[in-house]
């Protein structure tokens, strides 16, 4: 496993780490989540990934009684947090970024995963009705509690980072270290265009999800239909509608060329690409099978397939670069 900074934090996170949305408390058994769970850490994954939202707090109750039950060094392995979404009970001051959310939402967190802190915890979205000073003292006042080591955001826009950064610097509090954006062949523009300034001057770190766009940059779709994968899911409608759109369909058909072409499984070139970013601090794996996990972090071994004639032609196909300012 290679291990990389989290930006300019001292913290290392593992290149390819690994999350539960959709499947843990959800879509798999807690025995699969519990033999994924040990396949990754066993590869050298020391980042595990959660939400309050996923399966309504039912991944992080999972997720926290394969951490107990496996006996892992609490040194060994970085786990997160992730608050607005709110659990099972929607009420007011249960979602969202206000102080009492905020607060209130990591101290069930720290019980559901049955941790004393978490290593990581994002705001899951902005939240444009909460003052962003109310949520950056917030953080400041779980940093200094110590039960949280690093906070940041999940998509938001470059703008609204950068006024966290700033009204941390203003009152002397620690901002925002890390980002989890989706990154992957079809979504690159703030990864690659938007948050460019944020990495060169701010050193933000980024943890990023959906390296597979849900699936269909594993090829799979382009041979079998949906049945028995997230996107058959009930209630993932919307979903299995912007993922299988058809130039994602055309695009991954042609993507499954090129990977046949060079001989490995698609999968392992669209993870690979998503690592060839330097800015890119580690890739969130997803899994609902181990044969598709084992499959995944075999990915470092293709990198190096990676040349410059090789992402030209993926260019190509895709037609996704974002065309950057000229200044
Ligand atoms: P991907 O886009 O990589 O999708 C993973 C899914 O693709 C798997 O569950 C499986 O689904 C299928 N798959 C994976 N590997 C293979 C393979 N080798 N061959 C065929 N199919 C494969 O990632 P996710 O969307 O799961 O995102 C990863 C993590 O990122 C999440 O668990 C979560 O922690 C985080 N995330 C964060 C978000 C945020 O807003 N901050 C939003 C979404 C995710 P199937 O069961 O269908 O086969």
């Not at 033999?35 to 992080?60: I, P, R, T």
């Not at 090829?219 to 997230?230: A, F, L, W």
């Not at 890119?280 to 794996?285: C, E, Q």
Request: hydrophobic share 40%.
């Amino acid at each position: 496993m290679e291990y990389r900074k989290l930006g300019k934090s001292g913290l290392q996170v593992s290149a390819l780490s690994f999350g539960s949305w959709l499947t843990f408390g959800n879509q798999i058994s807690d025995k699969v989540a519990d033999e994924l769970m040990g396949l990754a850490y066993d590869a050298g994954v020391n980042f595990f990934d959660n939400a309050e939202g996923y399966a309504e707090g039912k991944s992080e109750i999972v997720m926290g009684n394969i951490i107990k039950n496996q006996k892992w060094e609490r040194e060994s392995f970085v786990v997160s947090s992730k608050v607005f979404f709110g659990t099972e009970n929607k009420g007011p001051n249960r979602v969202g970024l206000s102080r009492k959310h905020v607060i209130e939402a990591c101290n069930s967190a720290l019980k559901r995963l049955q941790v004393d802190y978490l290593d990581l915890y994002f705001c899951h979205r902005p939240d444009k009705s909460t003052p962003i000073e109310e949520t950056v003292w917030a953080m400041n006042t779980l940093l200094q509690q110590g039960k949280i080591l690093y906070w940041g955001t999940s998509e938001w826009s470059a703008s609204e980072i950068m006024e966290a950064i700033v009204v941390a610097k203003q009152y002397n509090l620690i901002g925002p270290t890390m980002e989890q954006p989706q990154y992957n062949l079809f979504e690159r523009n703030k990864l690659e265009n938007e948050y460019l300034h944020l990495f060169k001057e701010y050193g933000l770190g980024t943890t990023i999800w959906s390296p597979l766009a849900s699936g269909i940059l594993s090829g799979k779709y382009t041979n079998s239909g949906v049945e028995g994968t997230r996107l058959g899911m009930k209630g993932l409608e919307w979903l299995k509608d912007r993922t299988l759109a058809a130039d994602r369909m055309e695009k991954a058909s042609a993507l499954q060329v090129l990977a046949n072409e060079l001989g490995i499984p698609l999968a392992k070139l669209s993870i690979a690409w998503c690592l060839k970013n330097p800015n890119v601090s580690t890739v969130i794996l997803g899994a609902s099978k181990t044969v598709q996990l084992q499959e995944n972090l075999k990915v470092l071994e293709v990198l190096p397939l990676l040349t410059d004639k090789v992402i030209e032609d993926i260019e190509n196909i895709v037609g996704t670069k974002p065309k950057l300012a000229d200044f």
